[in-house]
């Protein structure tokens, strides 16, 4: 987004919106030059500012208040001799009115631009944070998708990151900071950092999540509030290895943090296990238990589905867990990354009402026939 094109927001009103204030102004000045001398209906010519203060900017409630007024002062000229008094009364207060009116408009436009700012700031950050991959990273095709819990933020401690580390290997992961707030975003980029610093150089994935235990319990100390937030510090996280073509096993790691779904080309769909999880990382307790690596079945043309808890925690209105297994299995097969991440938002959503209580980060992974060219050369070069 422009940052020149929030001035005016709230002032991008469709020009037919403008008509019905005016059709208003119109129907009532007629209503009322019409109507016996007792009766005055010219009052009702405020409604037109204010409906237009409802979803247009200071200027244009400005124009229909000055039009009101204009026909407020018609009606009091045609109608003289009748309530000359009341008719001067009724036109200050709809000058009074008027000007609150604009007033107000004026305020909500500010603090509407101010949100924005905000908003672009929060998502500005979010990208920085996360550096989303490119569509393409080796033959590998991606999507990904993240949802916040509430509107008005669009970024919390959910993270992921796909690197590419040679010969014909590429390394994900996908995590959740515990917390919520500037803190967890804190947190979730010393993660981030140490895993795109040691993703390339540890020759396995129990030797990777050990490097990053090591690198994010000596962060926490700098990074962690523990003022604000006096609870414990970790982060979930899944860690994944994907040899290009036959180069051999997919091998998965998961430190506390959900497996990933296998959907098939041709649509089935399969839940992953770790069999042996280990401890979140931050938490002190994974080198004691060490970590373990499971393989996974997953052949050309397959998707893997990586998410955090924010989505199979996700409740309906009568507190049912989302069902992520049973729902994909009803989406239809073969569906590009992009395509699966849409459908499951919009099924979520109904699920939940338009409403999640907690964020939720997602990434779809298809193992394409053959590596994409450029685009998997521009990947590497990004990651």
Same mark, same amino acid.
């Given at each position: 987004?422009?940052?020149?094109?929030?001035?005016?927001?709230?002032?991008?009103?469709?020009?037919?919106?403008?008509?019905?204030?005016?059709?208003?102004?119109?129907?009532?000045?007629?209503?009322?030059?019409?109507?016996?001398?007792?009766?005055?209906?010219?009052?009702?010519?405020?409604?037109?500012?204010?409906?237009?203060?409802?979803?247009?900017?200071?200027?244009?409630?400005?124009?229909?208040?000055?039009?009101?007024?204009?026909?407020?002062?018609?009606?009091?000229?045609?109608?003289?001799?009748?309530?000359?008094?009341?008719?001067?009364?009724?036109?200050?207060?709809?000058?009074?009115?008027?000007?609150?009116?604009?007033?107000?408009?004026?305020?909500?436009?500010?603090?509407?631009?101010?949100?924005?700012?905000?908003?672009?700031?929060?998502?500005?950050?979010?990208?920085? &944070? +996360?550096?989303? /991959?490119?569509?393409?990273? $080796? !033959?590998?095709?991606? *999507?990904?998708?993240?949802?916040? =819990?509430?509107?008005?933020?669009?970024?919390?401690?959910?993270?992921?990151?796909?690197?590419?580390?040679?010969?014909?290997?590429?390394?994900?992961?996908?995590?959740?900071?515990?917390?919520?707030?500037?803190?967890?975003?804190?947190?979730?980029?010393?993660?981030?950092?140490?895993?795109?610093?040691?993703?390339?150089?540890?020759?396995?994935?129990?030797?990777?999540?050990?490097?990053?235990?090591?690198?994010?319990?000596?962060?926490?100390?700098?990074?962690?509030?523990?003022?604000?937030?006096?609870?414990?510090?970790?982060?979930?996280?899944? &860690? +994944?290895?994907? /040899?290009?073509?036959?180069? $051999? !096993?997919?091998?998965? *790691?998961?430190?506390?943090?959900? =497996?990933?779904?296998?959907?098939?080309?041709?649509?089935?769909?399969?839940?992953?296990?770790?069999?042996?999880?280990?401890?979140?990382?931050?938490?002190?307790?994974?080198?004691?238990?060490?970590?373990?690596?499971?393989?996974?079945?997953?052949?050309?043309?397959?998707?893997?589905?990586?998410?955090?808890?924010?989505?199979?925690?996700?409740?309906?209105?009568?507190?049912?867990?989302?069902?992520?297994?049973?729902?994909?299995?009803?989406?239809?097969?073969?569906?590009?990354?992009?395509?699966?991440?849409?459908?499951?938002?919009?099924?979520? &959503?109904?699920?939940?009402?338009?409403?999640?209580?907690?964020?939720?980060?997602?990434?779809?992974?298809?193992?394409?026939?053959?590596?994409?060219?450029?685009?998997?050369?521009?990947?590497?070069?990004?990651?």
């Amino acid at each position: 987004m422009d940052l020149r094109r929030l001035d005016n927001l709230t002032e991008r009103t469709p020009p037919l919106a403008i008509v019905i204030p005016l059709a208003l102004v119109v129907l009532i000045t007629v209503a009322d030059a019409v109507s016996p001398r007792d009766v005055f209906l010219s009052p009702m010519l405020v409604v037109a500012p204010a409906l237009t203060a409802s979803f247009a900017g200071p200027w244009r409630t400005a124009a229909i208040a000055v039009v009101a007024v204009g026909a407020q002062a018609f009606v009091a000229f045609v109608t003289q001799g009748s309530g000359t008094v009341a008719r001067a009364w009724q036109l200050v207060a709809l000058i009074v009115l008027s000007v609150l009116l604009v007033f107000f408009s004026y305020i909500r436009e500010r603090r509407g631009r101010q949100l924005s700012r905000v908003r672009l700031v929060s998502e500005t950050a979010q990208r920085v &944070l +996360l550096r989303p /991959p490119p569509q393409y990273v $080796g !033959p590998l095709r991606i *999507a990904w998708l993240y949802l916040a =819990a509430e509107d008005d933020t669009q970024i919390g401690g959910d993270l992921f990151a796909v690197t590419r580390r040679r010969p014909a290997t590429s390394r994900v992961i996908i995590g959740d900071v515990r917390g919520k707030g500037l803190p967890a975003i804190a947190e979730a980029s010393a993660v981030l950092g140490a895993f795109r610093e040691t993703a390339r150089f540890c020759d396995t994935l129990p030797e990777l999540a050990e490097a990053l235990e090591a690198r994010v319990s000596l962060d926490m100390d700098e990074v962690a509030d523990s003022q604000e937030d006096p609870g414990e510090h970790f982060t979930t996280a899944l &860690l +994944l290895e994907l /040899p290009d073509g036959d180069g $051999g !096993p997919v091998l998965m *790691a998961s430190c506390g943090h959900p =497996a990933p779904l296998v959907i098939g080309s041709d649509g089935q769909v399969t839940a992953t296990n770790c069999t042996a999880p280990s401890p979140p990382l931050g938490s002190g307790f994974l080198p004691a238990v060490g970590v373990h690596a499971d393989e996974i079945s997953y052949g050309d043309g397959d998707t893997l589905l990586l998410y955090t808890d924010g989505l199979i925690e996700a409740r309906s209105r009568q507190g049912i867990f989302y069902p992520l297994v049973e729902r994909v299995a009803t989406f239809p097969p073969a569906l590009t990354p992009e395509a699966l991440l849409r459908h499951l938002r919009q099924d979520l &959503l109904h699920h939940t009402g338009g409403r999640l209580s907690d964020d939720a980060a997602l990434l779809a992974i298809t193992r394409t026939v053959q590596a994409q060219g450029a685009g998997a050369s521009h990947g590497a070069d990004l990651m």
